[in-house]
């Protein structure tokens, strides 16, 4: 069986965990503590030299790391991941965005505010943080305001990616009422068949 070393709490593992289960794809969780410090031991380190969450065990002793990597990897060949080429890209365009224009904001706002507490002196940046984070919750709403979901015109990995925060972004005091188009999107993502809340325990 799959094993899944990753924290509950994380978007980026919520992720994994919700494309498993809505291919019915079975997996042995592994609760890493990140608190203590658990993905800086050697032992994990020899499975994820990086020390992050989520790392996945395909086979005795075959790691893959990073989330969308991950989704990549098991959506390929299914519905989840389009065929076309241009269509996969676009998929993929909307994973870079969401690791390199929602993910640093919209999940740190959320982890300082509701998990770990805010560091000392980071009050400013936490504040610039949400407000980039606004930044590409406007571009979502942009997209969707056209379309139902980011690419194909139907569920893929590119919704579960951006999905995993969003979903959660009140957490780190986002205001979604100012975005109707992102909210009916919400609500279409949890309609999807299997659909797995980040809270439950699977």
Not at 11 to 29: A, D, F, T
Not at 49 to 66: D, K
Not at 119 to 129: A, D, I
């Amino acid at each position: 069986m799959l094993r899944l070393y990753e924290s509950h709490v994380s978007g980026n593992c919520y992720k994994v965990r919700l494309l498993l289960h809505q291919l019915g794809i079975p997996v042995e969780l592994v609760e890493m503590n990140l608190t203590r410090g658990d993905v800086r031991a050697p032992e994990f380190r020899a499975r994820n030299p990086i020390g992050r969450v989520p790392t996945i065990e395909l086979s005795p002793g075959n790691f893959l790391a990073e989330s969308n990597a991950i989704l990549h990897y098991f959506a390929d060949g299914t519905p989840f991941l389009p065929t076309d080429r241009l269509v996969h890209a676009r998929v993929l365009q909307w994973m870079f965005f969401e690791q390199y224009s929602h993910e640093p904001y919209i999940a740190v706002a959320r982890n300082w505010i509701s998990h770990a507490g805010i560091p000392p002196g980071k009050e400013k940046e936490l504040e610039e943080r949400q407000a980039k984070g606004y930044d590409a919750l406007a571009v979502m709403e942009g997209q969707l305001s056209k379309e139902p979901f980011f690419a194909a015109g139907r569920y893929t990995i590119a919704d579960i990616a951006l999905y995993a925060y969003t979903h959660v972004a009140d957490e780190g005091r986002f205001d979604l009422s100012r975005f109707p188009a992102l909210r009916a999107w919400l609500d279409r993502v949890a309609r999807q068949p299997k659909h797995l809340k980040i809270t439950d325990q699977r």
